[in-house]
């Protein structure tokens, strides 16, 4: 075959092949307005005719106004004006406004969750909401690189099988792993494959987490969906309906999230006036304050009483624990454990 003579284009090929270009012609004029004009930049009826010329569909000027009245019935806010002799036409709304764009591409680029490589495929489809112009300045906004990204490219697909396994009512089976002092990827228990109920995904700390009833323990558990491999949608129905119905996912997130796992309890914190923010911050603006003289204040809070909490006071200078009294005791118990590992050679 690849001696095989190029068989001659007969003329009747050649009018088949236009008259088709021609059926195209209206999409073609409609991707010479979406990536040649914006709300910045116009193009002549000329320079459309010209661009048209280049795919291989000749066009006619006076058959260009009606394709052009056909785009704006359709939907495109396609305008035109005159400047001196010559009529410019231009679409200046999109789907997404530049704008719009830039932040999608920030939030893209700055995801740990998605990995390096899959950051840019989807950058470069964002950049078809925009006409060449825009994309450029969308490029510009790929270089705020240097932060933590995922390196799973299997995450995408993770995903889609949790939603689809929770959209189905099916369970779902995946492997989980971690990582080792020398930074290897590690199997957990073995390469177990583990067989769940997903009933949500919460997102945290730009970090996916399924939410899934595990039927062998009779519990409720979270897994991180970025560590989850070879995932798979199961013809097996799900279980433990009464039981995620019974939780409170709003409560459930501020437990695993906010502080960790821990026995809810209220407690009360003594602050300076300049933790305000960290404390609403964390625990929302609806939290109860008490003012306590010109410089603190009290604040009442709800959280998991955990190692996690305590570390988290710990590291805020003007912030104590004074309620309930067992809680305090608690944290008085943490500190004495870490001035043991420190001054007194302790061991972990």
């Not at 009245?69 to 400047?83: A, K, P, S, T, V």
């Not at 323990?217 to 979270?222: D, N, Y």
């Not at 923010?277 to 603006?285: A, E, H, K, M, Q």
Request: charged content about 30%; hydrophobic content about 35%.
């Amino acid at each position: 075959m690849a001696n095989a003579e190029k068989i001659p284009e007969t003329k009747e090929h050649r009018e088949r092949s236009a008259r088709s270009n021609q059926k195209l012609k209206i999409m073609y004029l409609m991707k010479i307005f979406m990536e040649d004009t914006d709300e910045d930049h116009a193009i002549t009826l000329q320079q459309i005719v010209d661009k048209l010329q280049s795919y291989g569909v000749p066009a006619e000027r006076k058959s260009l106004y009606s394709d052009i009245e056909n785009l704006r019935i359709f939907g495109l806010d396609i305008c035109g004006y005159q400047m001196d002799r010559t009529f410019y036409y231009q679409l200046v709304n999109r789907d997404f406004q530049l704008p719009e764009l830039k932040l999608l591409v920030d939030a893209v680029q700055a995801s740990k969750f998605i990995t390096e490589k899959e950051s840019k495929k989807l950058i470069k489809r964002l950049e078809a909401f925009a006409s060449k112009y825009q994309a450029a300045q969308l490029n510009r906004q790929v270089y705020v690189n240097g932060r933590i990204k995922s390196r799973n490219e299997k995450n995408y697909y993770s995903v889609d099988n949790v939603y689809r396994a929770i959209e189905e009512n099916k369970k779902i089976s995946f492997q989980y792993y971690h990582f080792d002092v020398n930074k290897k990827e590690v199997l957990a228990h073995d390469g177990k494959t583990y067989v769940v109920s997903p009933w949500a995904m919460c997102w945290d700390d730009e970090k996916y987490y399924m939410v899934a009833y595990d039927e062998e323990a009779g519990i409720i558990k979270h897994y991180r969906v970025d560590k989850m491999i070879k995932s798979d949608v199961l013809n097996e129905k799900r279980t433990g309906k009464e039981i995620f119905k019974k939780e409170n996912m709003a409560q459930y997130t501020h437990r695993l999230f906010g502080m960790f796992d821990g026995e809810e309890s209220s407690v009360e914190l003594l602050c300076d006036n300049s933790m305000t923010d960290v404390i609403f911050d964390r625990f929302g603006i609806d939290t109860p304050i008490f003012k306590q003289g010109d410089n603190q204040f009290k604040a009442r809070v709800k959280v998991a009483v955990s190692s996690h909490f305590f570390g988290w006071v710990m590291a805020l200078e003007k912030v104590k624990i004074i309620g309930p009294d067992d809680v305090v005791e608690k944290m008085k118990k943490q500190l004495m454990e870490q001035y043991n590992m420190y001054f007194m050679e302790d061991e972990l």
